[in-house]
């Protein structure tokens, strides 16, 4: 069974920029089935869908964060990138990266997520 | 935009509950509901409004299409209050819904 997970600072200074990876395991990222994607979810709030990255490199971001946002992937480690920049409090939350099944067309396997608390 | 409701809803075990989820324009059937425990990661349940993911039990369904969607548990069990959320796959961004909460009444 493919395994994700995250990893990266837990904490991050505001006006700085958020990097985060994701390690994928038993499986390849380079398969043309799957988009590698990135969510968040603020302390008590809903999910919201930040982007994803296709093998091919194709990316697509969410409107409200694309100014900020790079979803990268190194097919060499087998894991994606997210970085946001210019963070502030609003994007402290917990992070999940997840794999987009072309098949089922949904979210079918989860990092267990990392926090990320953006400081003052 | 998705809109669920209700945010809270209070039921017992054996239970019958529904989730609604609405679209605001069409999304034909796509459409995927996950559970969310405390804790920890979404899980999903339901694809393309009625199709259920492998492993999940078959109390769980979905139905609807174009801008109205309903997930039901059939039979509440200890292990299914959570929240559960919504998410469109007809447009970008993928957008969820607000969730909701299933507490022990």
């Known amino acids: 069974q493919v395994q994700l997970q995250e990893s990266g600072p837990g904490l991050v200074k505001a006006a700085q920029t958020l990097s985060l990876t994701c390690t994928v395991s038993?499986?390849?990222?380079?398969?043309?089935?799957?988009?590698w994607s990135w969510i968040r979810q603020p302390p008590g709030k809903a999910l919201e869908w930040i982007g994803y990255?296709?093998?091919?490199?194709?990316?697509y971001y969410n409107p409200s964060l694309e100014s900020r946002l790079t979803i990268s992937a190194d097919t060499s480690k087998n894991h994606f990138s997210l970085r946001l920049s210019i963070v502030t409090a609003a994007d402290t939350a917990v992070y999940y990266c997840?794999?987009?099944?072309?098949?089922?067309?949904?979210?079918?396997?989860w990092g267990p997520g990392t926090v990320v608390t953006v400081s003052s | 935009q998705m809109t669920q409701s209700p945010s809270t809803l209070s039921a017992s075990v054996g239970d019958r509950v529904t989730i609604t989820c609405r679209a605001s324009?069409?999304?034909?059937?796509?459409l995927a509901w996950y559970q969310q425990k405390p804790g920890e990661a979404p899980r999903l349940l339901i694809y393309?409004?009625?199709s259920l993911e492998s492993g999940v039990p078959s109390r769980f369904s979905g139905s609807g299409s174009g801008t109205e969607f309903t997930l039901t548990i059939s039979s509440l069990q200890p292990d299914d209050f959570a929240t559960y959320y919504c998410?469109?796959?007809?447009?970008?961004?993928?957008?969820f819904g607000q969730g909701t909460k299933v507490e022990i009444k």
């Open positions: 997840a794999r987009d099944d072309t098949w089922v067309h949904a979210l079918n396997i």
């Open positions: 038993r499986g390849s990222i380079s398969s043309g089935d799957y988009f």
């Open positions: 990255i296709h093998s091919s490199g194709k990316t």
């Open positions: 324009q069409s999304i034909s059937s796509w």
């Open positions: 393309k409004a009625s």
């Open positions: 998410q469109q796959y007809n447009a970008f961004p993928r957008t």
